[in-house]
Nanobody, 123 residues
Framework: QVQLVESGGGLVQAGGSLRLSCTTSGRASSSFAMGWFRQAPGKGREFVSG????????YSGDSVKGRFTISKDNAHNTVFLQMNSLKPEDTAVYYC????????????????WGQGTQVTVSS
């Protein structure tokens, strides 16, 4: 059974940085495109960033371009989200997702999801 476990969330001041991690178990991360979504209170789920199976092709939502960077370490079955220049509007629960198809993942219909990690950015 595939499981995704996120870590690295927390409280940070505006302008600060955080790095989220998501580790897969049950199947190698090289089997999946992986990515991050977020959901703020009262809002729908938003695509943040995605990365292909081998970790070369990356995609980011407009609201985080130039600030967030996604990367993948298949040797350790882990995907990272480096978040810089954080803003209060980045406050949300961040979810890791995995799917064999990057297209499906970016559409929000990934096969596997993590439990979420809270990111709070204070002004």
């Amino acid at each position: 059974q595939v499981q995704l476990v996120e870590s690295g969330g927390g409280l940070v001041q505006a302008g600060g940085s955080l790095r989220l991690s998501c580790t897969t178990s049950g199947r190698a991360s090289s089997s999946f495109a992986m990515g991050w979504f977020r959901q703020a209170p009262g809002k729908g789920r938003e695509f943040v960033s995605g990365i292909g199976r081998i970790g070369v092709s990356t995609y980011s939502g407009d609201s985080v371009k130039g600030r967030f960077t996604i990367s993948k370490d298949n040797a350790h079955n882990t995907v990272f989200l480096q978040m810089n220049s954080l803003k209060p509007e980045d406050t949300a629960v961040y979810y890791c997702a995995a799917d064999p198809s990057i297209t499906a993942l970016m559409s929000g219909i990934a096969d596997y999801w993590g439990q979420g990690t809270q990111v709070t950015v204070s002004s």
